[in-house]
């Protein structure tokens, strides 16, 4: 049975960091492609950094350069570490397993994390 479990999630004022986690079981990490993912109000899911199993990343452009993804094959976990965060960064975070196809695109795959809420505000 997959289970991927988030935390880190909180409040936080616009400039502020957090840190994220996503604990992954029952598959075999190493071999696989992990994302995170963000759901804002009234809006819909999107991607917002996906590492591969070499460690290749994308970034959303509007988190490019503040947030990076990293992972742990040790302790099965991927990390988004969240840097200048700001008001529209607002939204559930999601963990993901996928994968990336021939185009280096990521795909989705079908397990999901319950989500952690971030929320800059001051």
């Known amino acids: 049975q997959v289970q991927l479990v988030e935390s880190g999630g909180g409040l936080v004022q616009p400039g502020g960091s957090l840190r994220l986690s996503c604990a992954a079981s029952g598959i075999i990490f190493r071999f696989t492609a992990m994302a995170w993912y963000r759901q804002a109000p009234e809006k819909g899911r999107e991607l917002v950094a996906a590492i591969s199993r070499g460690a290749t990343t994308t970034y959303a452009d509007s988190v490019q350069g503040r947030f990076t993804i990293s992972r742990d094959n040790a302790k099965n976990t991927v990390h988004l570490q969240m840097n200048s965060l700001k008001p529209e960064d607002t939204a559930v975070y999601y963990c993901?397993?996928?994968?990336?196809?021939?185009?280096?695109?990521?795909?989705?795959?079908?397990?999901w994390g319950q989500g952690t809420q971030v929320t800059v505000s001051s």
């Open positions: 993901n397993t996928g994968y990336f196809d021939s185009s280096r695109i990521y795909n989705s795959g079908i397990y």
